[in-house]
């Protein structure tokens, strides 16, 4: 809504029995009176969050309500009845840094008067006036928004963290017995095969035909679509000169073709069982159909077990503060948790790991070292995702070092994307700094990074770029000067 219109001019000694301009002198009161206008407003929006934020609002009677905009609803945040409240351009005196928007929304409860100041008048005369207190209050605001930032991060990490705890916890037992159950129904499978065998005749020729078959059976590469096609071709036609149906032929060669069953090992089957092959294709591919899907269920159980393994590392942030960890673990458990992210851009990641089989534990949090991989990772796979045609090269690097201090663990996050621009690389661990697109980035993630591995670990931690190549290079202590290597708090001493 547009700013309500003037009513009445502004009474300078009214505006001094209001707390905002009661120690005010007389210039300053009626250089405000000037310029500004009172404003009577019905019961409504005075003004809404996003629009230019052109005045300074002063409550003089009534009744008001702030809100803030939460995902697509209006949420309030206060209401009072307090004359000498302010909204609005609130923040002008920051000049030039000013937000251009109103950060809020203001609802007007009951018929109210305001003071209504311009906003370039209003922030001159505070910088003009007070300008230490407005030094003071442009560090203070970027003190907060940076501390507010961080916290929000921590809050929202923990927040995850609890979520997924509670969730691999519920999901654990569920996954543990569906693998139990699908190893059972394989064992079963197999008995009924072997049970079968007895209750034919020449039940023991085909099974032994079966397993005859399998032995020579080869798949063929996943990728090599035309030769699937070629080999289910000439299956067709072997079982329709079989005597069996073209739809079941058509059913039954997919199905013998994904098992790398070819018309050359079928012949030697059916000959070694000693059955039509009418007879005795449709059992082999159901046999073999069987068989097929109990293996991916078994993968897909053994890959939901892994992955809640993974998101149980990845979620214990803080339940030990410090203890003895294998970074190797806790970069295989970000991996799992950014699996899908491989998969960005128009080629899907590789991601290869060297990692050295001598390399000691570190004595650090956990959880914050895991953030640390999870942003370094998350960065080297963006860039490569917006790479055409590429199929990019993430590397993970760790091994044991010594140093001039003492033992270290060196991890590195390389990637061959386009590398950072020039002008980015000297400030790319400063709050805010990032080079992802507008909403795609906070410009924190690195800054996190920097001070989990410098402050609280006493790391170092550097980066190296130019295009095909760029390492984020991690240096660890083994452990930090007032620790006790030899009696570590948990697992095992480096």
């Known amino acids: 809504m547009s700013a309500p219109p003037a009513t009445t001019a502004v009474d300078p000694a009214e505006l001094r029995t209001l707390f905002l301009f009661e120690r005010l002198d007389d210039a300053q009161l009626a250089r405000f009176a000037a310029a500004g206008r009172t404003a009577e407003v019905a019961p409504g929006w005075l003004y809404r969050e996003g629009e230019p934020a052109r005045e300074f609002f002063v409550l003089l009677d009534g009744a008001v309500a702030l809100h803030r905009r939460v995902g697509e609803d209006e949420v309030e945040v206060g209401r009072t009845r307090q004359r000498g409240v302010y909204a609005g351009a609130w923040e002008a005196y ?71 705890a509670g969730l691999t916890h519920e999901l654990g037992n569920p996954a543990a017995a569906l693998s139990r159950t699908v190893a059972q129904l394989q064992a079963q499978v197999e008995a009924l095969d072997g049970a079968l065998t007895h209750l034919v005749p020449g039940g023991e020729r085909l099974a032994a035909a079966l397993t005859q078959l399998r032995a020579g059976a080869r ?26 149906p073209g739809g079941d032929a058509g059913d039954l060669a997919a199905v013998l073709a994904d098992a790398g069953v070819g018309p050359q090992q079928l012949d030697a089957f059916t ?11 449709p059992w082999l591919a159901r046999s073999l159909a069987v068989e097929t899907l109990l293996g991916e269920a078994a993968a897909a159980s053994a890959r939901i077990s ?67 991989w999870t942003n370094l990772l ?27 201090h003492g033992r270290a663990v060196v991890v590195e996050v390389a990637d061959d994307g386009p590398g950072v621009p020039a002008d980015v690389l000297p400030r790319v661990f400063d709050p805010f700094v990032t080079t992802k697109g507008v909403g795609e980035g906070t410009g924190l993630g690195l800054d996190i990074a920097w001070r989990v591995v410098v402050q609280r670990h006493r790391g170092e931690l550097t980066v190296t770029s ?24 948990g697992g095992t001493a480096p």
């Open 466 to 489: 130019e295009p095909g190549r760029t390492v984020f290079r991690v240096c660890l202590p083994v452990s930090p000067d007032d620790a006790d290597p030899d009696h570590p708090p």
């Open 306 to 372: 892994a992955l809640l393994a993974s998101a149980g590392s990845y979620a214990s942030l803080d339940r030990a503060p410090v203890r003895w960890v294998d970074v190797r673990q806790l970069l295989d458990a970000s991996v799992d948790m950014l699996g899908a992210g491989a998969g960005r851009g128009t080629g899907a990641a590789r991601i290869v790991r060297e990692y050295a089989d001598d390399v000691p534990q570190v004595l650090g949090h956990a959880g914050e070292l895991t953030q640390v």
């Open 94 to 164: 920051l000049g030039e840094d000013a937000p251009e928007a109103y950060s809020s929304s203001l609802r007007v409860l009951e018929r109210s008067r305001f003071l209504a100041l311009p906003a370039a008048e209003f922030g001159g005369a505070v910088r003009e006036w007070f300008p230490m207190a407005v030094h003071l209050l442009e560090g203070l605001r970027l003190g907060l928004t940076e501390a507010q930032e961080l916290v929000s991060a921590r809050e929202r990490l923990l927040a995850l963290g609890s979520l997924t």
């Open 219 to 244: 798949a063929p590469a996943s990728g090599d679509v035309l030769a699937r096609a070629d080999a289910e071709d000439e299956l067709v036609e072997e079982l329709e000169g079989a005597g069996l």
């Open 378 to 404: 998350d960065n080297a796979l963006d860039a490569l995702a917006p790479v055409p045609e590429h199929r990019g090269t993430v590397t993970l690097r760790v091994r044991g070092e010594g140093t001039a």
């Open 271 to 281: 000959a070694a069982a000693g059955v039509p092959a009418d007879r005795a294709v």
